[in-house]
């Protein structure tokens, strides 16, 4: 190769010996990312500047237009080429209020850029000892908030939420099947959460083989926490038919409505059921992904209140803390720094509370030639699905260090404060609204809209309804779903289609639509919430009006 190629090539990556003129070029080429954003910024509406139009043919135009280009193309154009994607993207702006998307800090961004820097591969401490040394050191402290032993705990980082479901059934099924890594999974194996989960562990059951039959919807109760009576009566239904519960997950903050199941009932109910019959107890999970963060005020004084919480603020934060305080009861939980962890995707991590549980899913010596296992080299995570790891937990100790305790606690009573806020305009500012979660304190708000004054939400929830009575205003809420999506470049609201599932008189139970405010953006204020509000005001009008223009006929 002639020396100017070799010098092309080598002009596409840092420099070896740190000289300022390399230092130089890679800060410019971030500058000019950053600088590009900023200047799309629009902080009174959700998305950033600059046109795109998905309509029609967009990505199969793209599949046709797009090829590797013959030559090099230079830094700079292809910075300009990377900010054309960005052009509308979704932006967490004051106004961005439709789920748990938040915002990645600048230390959750700075914490990125150190790992890509020396870019570890943190499967193996040889390779990855910046990696390995962090998921350390944020295991440890992680374990240590919610009340693990930190010298008996573990861990790692994975692929999200889902991925620590996944990997909590792997462990539950090793528990009670050591064979079934080898001979594969029985089928007589049972897992349990409620209705309110997240369909992580509905697709674990698919992807491990056991097959999402085998796994039981526990009811929940108004405030979205699972009913544990009717765990118990679900268990004991799976040992009659001769199955056996391996595996239960615990939400401790619901996607949805901020639900939290009570770990501490949970484990002692499933404990007392499989001590009567003999078995072991299942393990449980803790899906603490979302809610988890709450943990943070675990040891909060709320008599002596330094942080100056308002007492409607603190009130909220002490009923989640009241329920957050038993994760430790969980086997294995779950810390989705993606979500209120401030930090870039993907950064979920896993803890277990008793290391020695990863050991039933490790790999056998003889099955890792590669790496590990050797004289050398102390840490070699062949217990995760995954071979490279990124090292995500570089991001995550930044993000802790930067916020620390007291950092996430502002962070997170802001959220709470601002959504107790809309929650009191709303119910001030617009009659028709019934708020749908008024039980779950938290950083959203779900509410339903309903064409006529009755029947109303309490009518719903206790079961009062008809199956076309709730259709007919699921359908109403839907209408309005779609005016605010219309909108949603302006404020971007939320929406579920599966909220409650409620008793009817005539039929089986049935979802609830609602319509979603996600507090999530460190720019939302209790100031802006008046026109937010007056904006929705405006929006649910529309809905009223076309529907008295064309109401809807019963049924479908
Ligand atoms: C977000 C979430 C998940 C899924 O997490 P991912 O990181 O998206 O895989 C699972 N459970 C709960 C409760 C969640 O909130």
């Keep these: ?33 950053i600088k590009g954003v900023d200047e799309l910024k629009n902080p ?49 702006t004051k106004y961005f209020l439709t789920n748990i998307l ?111 039959d085998n796994l039981i919807k526990v009811r929940t109760t108004t405030d979205s926490s699972m009913d544990v ?25 619901t996607t949805d409505a901020m639900g939290i199941d009570d770990v501490e009932h949970i484990y002692a109910a499933s404990a007392e059921v499989a001590l009567r019959y003999g078995l072991r107890r299942p393990h449980i999970h803790a899906d603490s992904a979302l809610g988890g963060f709450f943990a943070f ?15 409607d603020v603190a009130q909220a934060l002490h009923a989640i803390g009241s329920r957050m305080r038993h994760l430790h009861y969980a086997d294995s939980l779950c ?15 896993f803890l277990v509370k008793d290391a020695a549980d990863l050991r039933l899913v490790d790999l056998h010596p003889d099955e890792t030639p590669y790496v590990g296992h ?50 009191e305009a709303l119910i001030r500012q617009i009659p028709q609204i019934e708020i749908a979660n008024p039980d779950n304190p938290g950083i959203v708000t779900l509410f339903r809209i309903y064409p006529d004054s009755r029947p109303g939400f309490q009518s719903e929830v206790s079961g009062r309804c008809t199956l076309q009575e709730i259709d007919r205003n699921n359908r109403f809420n839907e209408r309005l779903f779609e005016i605010l999506g219309r909108g949603r470049d302006r404020i971007f609201f939320g929406d579920t289609k599966k909220h409650l599932m409620v008793p009817t008189v005539d039929g089986g139970p049935v979802a609830l639509y609602a319509t979603k405010i996600f507090v999530i953006s460190p720019y939302t204020e209790t100031r802006h919430v008046h026109d937010i509000v007056e904006y ?11 529907y008295a223009q064309a109401p809807m006929t019963s049924g479908r």
């Design 374 to 423: 050797r004289g050398y080299g102390d840490y070699h995570t062949g217990y995760t699905l995954e071979c490279s790891r990124m090292a995500s937990s570089i991001s995550i100790y930044s993000a802790l260090l930067a916020f620390g305790m007291q950092g996430y606690q502002r962070l997170l009573a802001q959220l709470v404060e601002v959504n107790l806020a809309f929650r």
């Design 44 to 92: 009174d509406g959700v998305n950033l500047k600059g046109d795109k139009s998905r309509a029609g043919n967009f990505y199969n135009d793209l599949i046709r237009s797009s090829s590797i280009p013959a030559d090099s193309i230079p830094l700079e154009q292809v910075n300009t080429e990377l900010l054309k994607l960005l052009h509308n993207h979704p932006y967490h």
């Design 335 to 349: 810390f989705d720094f993606q979500k209120l962890g401030q930090t870039p995707y993907l950064t979920s991590l």
């Design 229 to 253: 009576n009717d765990l118990r009566r679900k268990m004991e239904e799976v040992i009659a038919r001769g199955g056996i519960p391996v595996y239960i997950v615990a939400t401790t903050g």
């Design 102 to 212: 938040p915002m990645a800090s600048t230390p959750g961004i700075l914490g990125m850029i150190a790992a890509f820097m020396v870019n570890g591969n943190n499967l193996w401490d040889v390779y990855g000892p910046a990696g390995a040394e962090a998921e350390v050191k944020v295991i440890s402290m992680m374990s240590k908030l919610i009340g693990y032993d930190a010298l008996k705990s573990g861990g790692y980082t994975t692929w999200g939420g889902q991925g620590a479901v996944f990997s909590g059934l792997r462990l539950a099924i090793a528990k009670v099947a050591p064979d079934a890594l080898r001979k594969g999974v029985p089928d007589h194996l049972y897992a349990f959460c409620s209705d309110s989960a997240h369909y992580s562990l509905f697709k674990s059951m698919e992807a491990c083989g056991i097959g999402s």
């Design 536 to 546: 929705l005001k405006e929006h649910i009008a529309q809905v009223y009006e076309e």
């Design 1 to 33: 190769m002639t020396e100017r190629s070799l010098a092309t090539v080598q002009q596409l990556f840092p420099s070896e010996d740190g000289n300022p003129q390399g230092r130089h070029m890679l800060l410019e080429l971030i500058e000019q990312i």
């Design 297 to 311: 005020f675990n040891d909060y004084d709320f008599e002596a209140n330094p942080l100056e919480l308002k007492p």
